[in-house]
């Protein structure tokens, strides 16, 4: 069983930037890709960011260029750098931990409270 916890949300203006964390409970390095969603209200969960065991990094359209996602696997921390953060970007950021490396979150097993983010204009 992984229990994950995400933290670093915020709110900030159109342009800034924040850092979030996801910390495990369990080691996840070798044995699971990693991934950041987001929800905003009224929309489905939708796939920010994963990186996959070996270290490969995918990203959803609208956030390449501007997020980046990365782990520690010795402090088993998933990380996600968001640079020029827009309004559309607002939503609830969830870590999920899983077998398969994809934006899809379907088969993602385990999955963190999530951490609102919230940009203004």
């Known amino acids: 069983q992984v229990q994950l916890m995400e933290s670093g949300g915020g709110s900030v203006q159109a342009g800034g930037s924040l850092r979030l964390s996801c910390a495990a409970s369990?080691?996840?390095?070798?044995?699971?890709?990693m991934g950041w969603f987001r929800q905003a209200p009224g929309k489905e969960r939708e796939g920010v960011a994963f990186?996959?065991?070996?270290?490969?990094?995918n990203y959803e359209d609208s956030v390449k260029g501007r997020f980046t996602i990365s782990r520690d696997t010795a402090k088993d921390i998933l990380y996600l750098h968001m640079n020029n953060l827009q309004p559309e970007d607002t939503a609830m950021y969830y870590c999920?931990?899983?077998?398969?490396?994809?934006?899809?979150?379907?088969?993602?097993?385990?999955w963190g409270q999530g951490t609102q983010v919230t940009v203004s204009s």
């Open positions: 990186i996959d065991s070996t270290g490969d990094t």
């Open positions: 369990a080691y996840t390095g070798s044995s699971y890709s």
């Open positions: 999920a931990a899983g077998s398969i490396a994809t934006l899809d979150p379907t088969p993602y097993s385990y």
